[in-house]
């Protein structure tokens, strides 16, 4: 039942990934139904969805040669840096401590796939009051994807926004490429630190693959509202769960 239950999970991840994002509202919640700690299965969570960050990479492979070489390394840098804050980060936290802001940060998250679009139209708007490309924006948007990746892409983009980028398929590109390497250096550290469950990890990082691929048909033919519906109801309803836990110290 408990390999179902993941399996199940993942591969909707893996779709939910490849239409529009937000494979931790499934992941993450399925891990800690079956018992683990909530730290434990934020680290097992981001191993599991891991692959998927890769087949981005690949698929942006002309986009992102297209950018400055240097100019990508010092992105790189930055984002590994703060990636590597926001692991240290999630290693020192209690489980109750982590618990206690979990349902804050699905919440979050949830809004800003429901909003993305008009968060990064609204940062372009705001373009020049950003310096293009500023260390401290995505170091913080680093240390956060690092500490827990709900929403990251969206962050990123309305990030890219406020620099002034303005190619679509430019800032996708860099998008994919810093969360490949922000979660390659989370998955490390947690591997490091021994918060990874391998055997449930390995299951899920499979099925989120299958899933991605199976997904590739539904982000073509699905109308928007259709992918906003589903999103809002998963994240609601596992930000729903998770503050009840909460609250009734489940």
Known sequence: ??????????????????????????????????????????????????PGYFGGVMGFRAELQAFDRKRLYRLAAITLTGGLVGSGLLLVSSNEAF????????????????????????????SRTMAPEGALGLF???????????????????????????????????KSGLSFLLSAISVAVFAAAGLVAWPQAVVMMIAA?????AGAPLARALPKIVVQGVIATVGFTMSAVFFWRLVSGG
């Open 209 to 213: 693959t299958v899933g991605g691929y």
């Open 140 to 174: 913080l948007v680093a240390v956060y994807g690092g500490y827990f990746n709900g929403g990251l892409g969206i962050v990123l983009l309305a990030l890219f926004a406020l620099w002034g980028m303005t190619d679509l398929n430019g800032m996708n590109a860099l």
């Open 1 to 50: 039942m408990e390999t179902l239950i993941l399996t199940a999970a993942a591969f909707g991840a893996g779709i939910l990934n490849t239409v529009a994002g937000g494979g931790t509202f499934l992941t993450f919640p399925a891990l800690v139904f079956i018992g683990l700690p909530p730290v434990m299965a934020n680290a097992t969570s981001t191993v599991a969805v891991f």
């Open 99 to 126: 618990a206690v802001v979990v349902p804050f940060l699905l919440l979050g998250a949830t809004f800003a796939f429901l909003f993305g679009d008009r968060l990064r139209r609204w940062a372009a708007g705001k």
